[in-house]
């Protein structure tokens, strides 16, 4: 699963950098990120469910990928709202639409965005998005 969300945000935005290793301790490592460097977060984290659809087994994996830049320290709401909305354009939407030309991946029902408080550090602006990776198995 990795392999391949990386693999799809990688063909969105080559720019964003992918990290999801929790043991590098996220929180530290940001603070070697250039400032200018955009990255994308896959939480490690998850909650999921197995299930059945038809025949199929299934096994349902509620996805958080943060994408992130950093910002001046001291800015406004505006400011915030306006680097949100570059992430939005340059790979929030790329990452849907790659998303949906992997035909052997089911396409979620709804992608639900946040916009949560800095994480990794205190000038770090974030999309949250959060969506369900549906596997179906044999």
């Known amino acids: 699963m990795l ?24 929180n530290v490592k940001a603070d070697e990120i250039k400032y ?7 939480e490690e984290f998850r909650q999921g469910e ?12 509620k996805l958080e990928i943060w994408f ?17 909305d570059a992430i939005e354009s340059e790979i929030i939407l790329p990452f849907i639409e790659e998303y949906k030309k992997h035909t052997e991946l089911v396409q979620p029902e709804k992608w639900n ?18 969506f369900d990776f549906k596997e179906l198995k044999c």
């Open 68 to 84: 992130c830049r950093f910002c001046q320290f001291e800015n406004d709401a505006r400011v915030r709202e306006a680097i949100r």
């Open 36 to 42: 200018s460097q955009p990255f994308a977060y896959i």
């Open 50 to 61: 197995y299930g059945k659809t038809g025949f199929w087994r299934n096994k349902t994996t």
């Open 3 to 26: 392999s391949k969300l990386e693999e799809i945000i990688n063909n969105a935005n080559s720019s964003y950098i992918v990290e999801y290793e929790e043991l590098s301790m996220m």
């Open 113 to 130: 965005w946040f916009t949560p408080p800095p994480r990794f550090d205190s000038n770090e602006v974030s999309i949250m998005l959060q």
